[in-house]
């Protein structure tokens, strides 16, 4: 549906492809459910508030009539994700639809109040402060980002995962090379990043999903730096939290840990603080860039599609060129992955010099990137075999309407007496072309 982010995409549509006592499982933890209701889209949340603590089968019809005319057909779809994620029950012959009862059983607890206190292990204990943990967790996610854009030194687990993702792989040299899907993982915002990685994380290591999942939950839902016992964590969540502390999402301290604000930035977005130093980049109407920091990974994004030209303490200097972004178009980029990422980390004086409410980018130049991505599409490449010599021209309208009949005509022409079929149609045709010869001998 227009409007959710691409983190609530990726949790829901992951949480939907389980089976379903992985989500049995996940929806007998309160925290869990809320979460879960927390990702789902404004629609979503008003039916299931309208239903909490409703028991019996409710018509379709009747809800629909809480939904504007207008909006009818998004909550059909609403309705089949929430019955594909286990959250709803659809009698779809009788017409009706009934809250699951492990899921309104939970999320009953968790916005009522009841069952057993989220707070069990929680510690009270003077540790190093919230800084300088904050630190630590942005060095460790920036040292993920660095190992995807310059290969730098990483943990061996994190390193095995983003090879399982795709989003690295090994070059002829047997060196780690990004793929064009880690290329676009690192443009985008932080929050799906850890969304993104983490569901590759969790198909990379199958065993207790739901119980990892239920962990991560409730700590994107804590309060960093409120610091629990170890020891009330099960073996499972314990090889979680070992992960998740290689990254930054939570920090451990002897026998404690915590959630980080990387963990609480996991939440859902509408809720988030937005961090002002994500706003460091300038880019002019001339195609000229600057980025207002220190941070070598920030450098080193920009570097992906832009000229680097200049550095200097706090600001590096660059410009967008033809041949830098065809660069990046080449590694699997797109113009619109570009412009959004100069979009979201525009300096405020951007946005106070340009008064529009749809974006602080310069017309010129997110339309000069959109052209340059177009000039790379004019031409597709397609696996394609071509016959040519043939004995008459019946022959060739033979082998014209043989591989048409199959959809894997591309090319024909009478005069020059050839025929280009698709690489993947090629042996269909020679089949049907054998057959066609067959017959035609036992025929004379």
Not at 111 to 134: F, K, L, N, Y
Not at 282 to 309: G, I, K, Q
Request: glycine share 4%; charged share 25%.
């Amino acid at each position: 549906p227009q409007g959710m982010a691409e983190a609530e995409t990726a949790v829901l549509r992951f949480l939907a492809s389980q089976p379903q006592l992985i989500r049995d499982a996940l929806f007998t933890d309160p925290a869990s459910c809320l979460a879960v209701f927390s990702y789902l889209p404004t629609i979503s949340r008003h039916i299931i508030l309208r239903l909490l603590y409703i028991t019996i089968p409710v018509p379709e019809d009747e809800i629909e009539k809480w939904i504007a005319v207008e909006k009818r057909e998004v909550f059909r779809q609403e309705l089949e994700r929430l019955v594909k994620l286990d959250v709803f029950v659809h009698e779809s012959e009788a017409g009706l639809v009934q809250m699951a009862p492990a899921f309104q059983t939970g999320l009953q607890i968790a916005i009522g109040g009841g069952g057993q206190a989220w707070t069990a292990g929680r510690v009270d204990v003077a540790v190093a402060s919230d800084e300088i943990i904050e630190e630590k967790a942005k060095a460790k996610w920036e040292s993920v980002l660095s190992f995807l854009v310059s290969s730098s030194p990483i943990e061996r687990d994190v390193r095995e995962i983003l090879h399982g993702a795709a989003l690295v792989r090994l070059d002829s040299q047997g060196m780690d090379s990004i793929t064009p899907d880690g290329f676009q993982f690192v443009l985008l915002d932080q929050r799906t990043q850890l969304w993104q990685y983490l569901i590759s994380y969790f198909e990379y290591c199958k065993d207790n999903v739901a119980e990892g999942l239920r962990f991560l939950f409730k700590l994107t839902l804590n309060t960093p730096g409120e610091y629990y016992q170890i020891a009330s964590l099960s073996d499972s969540q314990r090889s979680v939290l070992k992960h998740l502390k290689y990254i930054g999402v939570a920090h451990e301290s002897k026998s404690r840990y915590c959630a980080t604000r990387l963990a609480t930035s996991m939440a859902r977005e509408d809720v988030q603080a937005e961090d002002p130093s994500k706003r460091f980049i300038m880019v002019e109407t001339n195609f000229a860039v600057y980025a207002y920091s220190n941070s070598e990974l920030r450098v080193a994004l920009l570097a992906l599609f832009a000229d680097m030209r200049g550095r200097l303490p706090l600001l590096a200097s660059g410009r967008l060129t033809r041949e830098s972004v065809r660069r990046a178009f080449a590694k699997g980029i797109k113009a619109l992955q570009i412009i959004r990422f100069l979009q979201s980390h525009a300096h405020p004086q951007m946005r106070a010099l340009r008064d529009t409410q749809f974006s602080p980018l310069p017309p010129t130049v997110s339309d000069q990137l959109l052209l340059w991505e177009r000039e790379c599409c004019r031409i597709e490449v397609i696996p394609a075999v071509l016959f040519r010599g043939f004995q008459s021209t019946h022959d060739l309208e033979a082998m014209r309407s043989i591989a048409a009949s199959i959809d894997g005509l591309i090319y024909a022409s009478a005069h020059n007496h050839v025929v280009v079929v698709q690489k993947e149609a090629e042996d269909k045709v020679k089949a049907l072309w054998k057959s066609r010869e067959s017959a035609h001998m036992d025929t004379s």
